[in-house]
């Protein structure tokens, strides 16, 4: 993810490359972005409701795991466009001619600028499980 400068956090947006070209997504109202809340409600719910169905309380870290990198590497690779064209349409004609890594990138800016707090999160679980080297299995 692109390091946000001290004019941009002050100014509440991003910067973010589709296509080769820059372009400043701005924080938007909880009111202008309720569709986009949805959408990722509904990816994130997708991905663990398997986890917390079954966890009676017990979740591992390779528990979710198991269950989030196929979203991550299908569905949610799937929705990081509309992820970015939901929350920003003005960007919507350039994640046409958008590399994956730039719209994956893009996506994250997006989820950052609407909820900087879940990023966190995300991070924080991302750098436990490669502390501790979790090893995923898969059954057959």
């Known amino acids: 993810m692109a390091d946000q400068t001290g004019t941009d956090a002050l100014l509440q947006q991003a910067r973010v490359t589709l ?23 509904e990816l994130i ?4 409701a398997p986890i917390l169905s079954r966890s009676e309380g017990n979740v591992t870290s390779a528990d979710v795991m198991r269950h989030l990198v196929p979203v991550l590497f299908g569905d949610g690779l799937d929705a990081a466009p509309d992820i970015v064209s939901l929350y920003a349409p003005e960007t919507t004609e350039a994640l046409a001619d958008a590399t994956d890594e730039e719209i994956i990138e893009a996506a994250l800016e997006v989820v950052r600028l609407a909820l900087p707090l879940m990023l966190r999160v995300i991070e924080s679980v991302g750098k436990m499980l490669a502390k501790h080297d979790v090893a995923l299995t898969t059954t057959a």
């Open 19 to 41: 296509g080769g070209e820059e372009h400043v997504i701005r924080v938007k109202s909880i009111k202008e972005t309720a569709k986009f809340r949805r959408l990722l409600g």
């Open 45 to 48: 719910g997708n991905s663990l």
